[in-house]
């Protein structure tokens, strides 16, 4: 059996979740099909939480968009004929949550909300499959992915899970299998979520408990290409990489796949593959086993919305071992994610993930022991199988903040 995983992009309207199905078509085997929320729809659906647990009457207003978005694609998969009642009863069950009193718990009502977005997608696209004479079985994928309870950030457990997916994926009845990603939920029931862009790694776990043939991402670019094409030009596509090489690619920021992806079908030896959902005919790129040495070019990652903090200790002390360790376990405590470390005699230098942190509360109680410098806005570029003429060109463009070389690996700080 494969497991294919379509994004939010891939079903953004009517025409795409055509395209789609097009695609799910062309396979003849068993078939697990992992989808994510429409479009932009777990974005509006945040804004919708937000909304609700404020108690703030935008929610309704938050509610209709979502509605409409979806009644719209509706419209142009069903026409006259009508979509059949599962997806409206979906709808109610969320207007009946937008009724009820937050708890206090912003995580746990966040995952109990945001799972509406797989939810109702899934359903469109499983009843559309049938709608067009194929026989497919919709599942809701919370019977068997099993998690703790940790909410938007939720560790798989992994025996029982595999053990119920091989159950409920038993494909005698039904070659092809409609199913949501990055959705779970606890023992008892209540829905977890793996982090954003979780879906990925859902395709994994599906993908190793049933011991697959192979994994396929479908995206909305060729495969996985040297450098975001959005924000580089000259970028050439990668038709080959191994898992390792794969991880340090999305650990630094590459978002083409989510990193977690890779490590339950390394173990198994699966492969993975990244696909165009514009282009299904051409190969795009297989992660894999690697036992040969391949070349391959210059890969640039990049991370935005860093800061670097530099602490220097108030009494002129040297950076020590255990300033490295007090000041680490301090921002892990604060959930700072820290990307980048360097330190020199006086300065311990720390990049950090800043996008949502307070770092005025950070600073305050690191001030009672050391002197503070910082910059914001700054982004981290990593050049993997870098050389020297990388290195040049990069230098002449940006203005660099901290540097850091390994033997494959450079990391460039730098302004926008
Ligand atoms: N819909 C979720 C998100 O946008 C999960 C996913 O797409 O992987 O984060
Ligand atoms: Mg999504």
């Known amino acids: 059996m494969k497991v294919f995983k379509f994004g939010g992009a891939s079903v953004k309207d ?42 703030k009457d935008e929610k309704w207003t938050i509610f209709s968009n979502f509605k409409n978005y979806h009644i719209d694609i509706i419209a142009g998969l069903f026409g006259e004929k009508g979509m059949p009642q ?32 797989e939810l109702v997608s899934t359903r469109i696209i499983s009843d559309y499959i049938t709608a067009t004479g194929h026989k497919n079985t919709w599942l809701d994928i919370r019977t068997c992915l099993k998690t703790d309870d940790t909410f938007r950030d939720a560790r798989v457990d992994w025996d029982w899970t595999g053990d119920l997916i091989r159950k409920e994926f038993g494909f005698n009845g039904s070659t092809l299998f409609i199913t949501q990603g990055f959705i779970g939920s606890t023992t008892t029931n209540l829905t977890t979520t793996l982090g954003r862009e979780g879906s990925d790694f859902t395709a994994a776990i599906i993908g190793s408990s049933l011991q697959a043939e192979s994994v396929a991402i479908w995206k909305d670019v060729p495969g996985i290409l040297s450098a975001d094409p959005k924000k580089m030009s000259d970028t050439v596509m990668i038709s080959e990489l191994s898992y390792k090489e794969a991880v340090e690619m999305t ?7 989510h990193p977690k992806t890779m490590q339950p079908l390394h173990n198994k030896g699966i492969p993975l593959l990244v696909k165009s959902f514009a282009e299904p005919q051409n190969p795009g790129t297989i992660i894999h086993k690697i036992d040969h040495k391949i070349e391959l070019p210059p890969i640039f990652i990049l991370k935005e919305n860093q800061v670097l903090i530099t602490l220097s200790a108030l009494d002129f002390s040297i950076i020590s071992i255990s300033d490295i360790e007090r000041v ?8 700072i994610k820290v990307t980048l470390m360097q330190q020199s005699a006086i300065d311990l230098n720390i990049v950090a993930d800043a996008s949502d942190e307070n770092l005025e509360e950070i ?14 806005g700054l982004t981290l570029v990593t050049i993997r199988h870098y050389t020297e003429e990388v290195l040049d060109w990069m230098v002449k463009e940006k203005d660099i903040y901290l540097e850091q070389h390994s033997r494959l690996t450079a990391r460039m700080l730098v302004k926008e």
Do not use: W
């Open 363 to 376: 600073f305050s109680e690191l001030s009672a022991d050391y002197h503070i410098r910082y910059n914001t």
């Open 251 to 257: 650990h630094s920021g590459a978002k083409v796949i």
């Open 14 to 55: 009517a025409a795409a979740v055509k395209n789609v199905f097009e695609i799910i078509k062309s396979e003849n085997g068993k078939l697990a099909v992992v989808v994510s929320a429409m479009g932009k729809s777990t974005d509006l659906l945040e804004t919708l939480i937000k909304a609700y647990f404020n108690n």
């Open 86 to 117: 599962g997806v409206y009863e979906l709808f109610s069950e969320l207007e009946h949550k937008l009724n009820t009193r937050p708890s206090f718990d912003y995580n746990f009502e966040y995952d109990q909300i945001i799972c509406y977005g």
């Open 328 to 335: 680490v376990k301090f921002l892990m405590e604060k959930l």
